[in-house]
C-alpha cells in the first residue's frame, strides 16, 4: 500500500546520487521511501510508506544504534536491496503529483537485512505453530541514540507496551479499537478478524491476518481508516499498546485494511521495540 503517483524534483540536478545525512531526525508515522523510483523514470511508483516504530536488534553489540521497521514492500520498493538509503524526504502533494525538495530529502537510515513478506511460523504460548503472514523489514538509523539525559527524560513515549490480539478481542459488541501511530487526525477503527484468510490481487493468501474496520466519526461520518503511503504503521489499541503493522488495505471497500500481528515481526526481525521518539545528540559547540 505504497503511495502511486508521478512526481517532480525540485532544487538540483543529480542531488539523489549523493546520499547526505541531513539534520532532520527519525520521526515514527513519517513518509519514508528509497526514491528509487526517481531514477527509474519509466514507473510511476514513488514508493512512499511509513516509518512504524524504532527498534533495538537483539543481541547487538551497540545498544544505542538503533534500527526503523516498516513494511518490506516499502523499504524494498522499486527492487531496492540490501544497504541502499531510506529517506524521509520533505514533499508537497499537487493533483497527482509527489514534489520533492532535492535539499531536504532527509536520508535517515540503511537497509540492513532481507526481513519477509510471507509466512511466519509462530506460536503463542500454549498453543501449537501457526504460519502468521507477516510484511517487515529494518533500516539501521544513521545516526545514533543520545546518551544525554536531559533529553532523554523528556522524548516522548509512544506506546506502552506489546499485546496480541486475542480471538476474545474481536467478538461483536467487545471489539479492540485501534489507530495508527504517529497520524494526529487517524480514524479509529475495531478488529473484526484475528485470524482471516486474505487473497491478494497476485492470488497469494496470507493467513492469520488482522481485518480492521473503520469506525464513524463523533460526527456519524465514516472516512477510510488507511491510505495510500500508510503501509508499514503501527497499529495502537485503546489501551496505548502496539498490536499490529498495517500493511494493506481493501480494493473495494474503503472501509477495511490489514495488518500482521506484532509477536511475529519481532521474532522474524530478532528486535525489541524502543517505546520512545528518537532524540539526537546536542551539537558540540566548538570555539
Known amino acids: 500500500m505504497t ?43 514513488v514508493g512512499l510508506g511509513t516509518l512504524g516504530f524504532l527498534a533495538v ?17 516499502v523499504l524494498f520498493a522499486n527492487d531496492a536491496e540490501r544497504d541502499e538509503i531510506i529517506f524521509q524526504p520533505d514533499y508537497e502533494e499537487h493533483d497527482d503529483h509527489v514534489i520533492f525538495d532535492a535539499p531536504r530529502l532527509n536520508a535517515i537510515a540503511k537497509i540492513d537485512g532481507e526481513g519477509l513478506c510471507g509466512h511466519f511460523s509462530f506460536a503463542y504460548p500454549g498453543e501449537p505453530e501457526k504460519p502468521y503472514y507477516i510484511d517487515c523489514a529494518t533500516a539501521s538509523l544513521l545516526l545514533k541514540q543520545s546518551k544525554n539525559p536531559q ?72 472516512q477510510p481508516f488507511s491510505r495510500k503511503g500508510d503501509s508499514g504503521a503501527l497499529l495502537v489499541d485503546q489501551y496505548q499498546r502496539a498490536v499490529g503493522l498495517l500493511w494493506g488495505h481493501h480494493m473495494h471497500n474503503p472501509y477495511i485494511s490489514y495488518a500482521c500481528h506484532i509477536h511475529p515481526v519481532l521474532s522474524c526481525l530478532q528486535i525489541t521495540p524502543w517505546y520512545f521518539d528518537f532524540c539526537a545528540p546536542r551539537p558540540i559547540n566548538k570555539d
Open 3 to 45: 503511495a502511486n503517483a508521478s512526481f517532480k524534483l525540485t532544487g538540483h540536478s543529480g542531488a539523489l546520487v549523493e546520499h547526505h545525512l541531513d539534520a532532520a531526525l527519525p520521526r515514527v508515522g513519517a513518509a519514508i521511501s528509497n526514491l528509487k523510483g526517481i531514477y527509474q523514470f519509466h514507473h510511476i511508483n
Open 57 to 73: 536488534k537483539r543481541n547487538a553489540p551497540d545498544a544505542e544504534s538503533l534500527v526503523l521497521v516498516s513494511n518490506r514492500h
Open 151 to 222: 533529553r532523554i527524560q523528556g522524548r516522548i513515549r509512544h506506546f506502552a507496551k506489546i499485546a496480541r490480539v486475542h480471538p476474545l478481542d474481536t467478538l461483536r459488541g467487545r471489539e479492540l479499537k485501534v489507530r495508527l501511530l504517529g497520524r494526529p487526525d487517524s480514524t479509529w477503527g475495531k478488529i473484526i478478524d484475528s485470524a482471516a484468510t486474505v487473497e491478494t490481487i497476485h492470488g497469494e493468501l496470507c493467513r492469520n491476518t488482522l481485518i480492521i474496520e473503520a469506525l464513524p466519526d463523533r460526527h456519524d461520518v465514516r
